[in-house]
């Protein structure tokens, strides 16, 4: 079973501040997406990263995905209350078509 | 369009009773997941069906868990008896079959006592 690490796993913050949040593997991600949660609700994805060394954005989002399709991170910029939440990543496809593991992630908290 | 139908979105029962999770997909998906998250563990997989038909249910606790889904636009999850430690939000998902993007019910808050 692939191990997925999410870090750090709370971090608080004032608005306007930029922010890191990692998802890192013990073996190579066949895909790996990116969920956030909010409070009360269920995961909502975000994006999927398919290749090595890809990056995607999302409005203020930035998602990269390592080379070695190890590793990958989510940078906020210029971070607002409505992005608090909990971010998730999950493998997904491989062996176990249509199959997510989800890393246990990083809880969000953007203050005004 | 309506997403992902839970029912009930909180329970609370004693301990020893019988509990019935409700899943209603997205219309025309055909694969269907049930999850359980903690603080401890985080979100976990339970069993998920293809076509109405059980996949893997490697992810389910105990025999005490089951999991049924009698046609396309239905699944429960059902813990007999439950225990304190079943205390958790149980999230159903679906998707098309093959497609990864899985879209989330808002889940249903259980607490046994």
């Known amino acids: 079973t692939q191990l997925l690490e999410q870090s750090p796993q709370f971090l608080s913050i004032q608005e306007g501040e930029n922010l890191t949040v990692y998802c890192n593997s013990s073996?190579?991600?066949?895909?790996l997406q990116w969920y956030r949660q909010e409070p009360g609700e269920g995961p909502v994805l975000l994006v999927t990263v398919v290749t090595g060394g890809e990056v995607k954005k999302l409005k203020r989002l930035t998602f990269q995905f390592g080379d070695a399709r190890k590793d990958s991170s989510l940078h906020i910029t210029a971070a607002q209350p409505g992005d608090t939440g909990l971010y998730l990543c999950a493998e997904a496809g491989g062996t176990s078509y249509g199959k997510l593991t989800f890393g246990q992630g990083t809880i969000l908290t953007v203050h005004p | 369009d309506a997403g992902v139908i839970q029912s009930p979105r909180h329970e609370v029962t004693e301990m020893g009773q019988e509990v019935t999770l409700r899943c209603k997909p997205i219309s025309g998906h055909n694969s269907l997941f049930w999850y359980r998250q903690t603080m401890m563990r985080g979100l976990e997989l339970l069993i998920y069906?293809?076509?109405?038909?059980?996949?893997?249910d490697s992810g389910m606790p105990e025999d005490r868990f089951s999991a049924k889904m009698p046609n396309a636009s239905f699944s429960t999850l059902k813990i007999q008896p439950s225990e304190p430690r079943d205390s958790a939000v149980y999230f159903c998902?679906?998707?098309?079959?093959?497609?990864?993007?899985?879209?989330f019910g808002p889940g249903t808050r259980l607490t046994v006592l």
């Open positions: 069906f293809n076509n109405n038909v059980p996949i893997d």
């Open positions: 073996s190579v991600f066949s895909s």
């Open positions: 998902a679906s998707s098309f079959l093959g497609v990864n993007e899985q879209f």
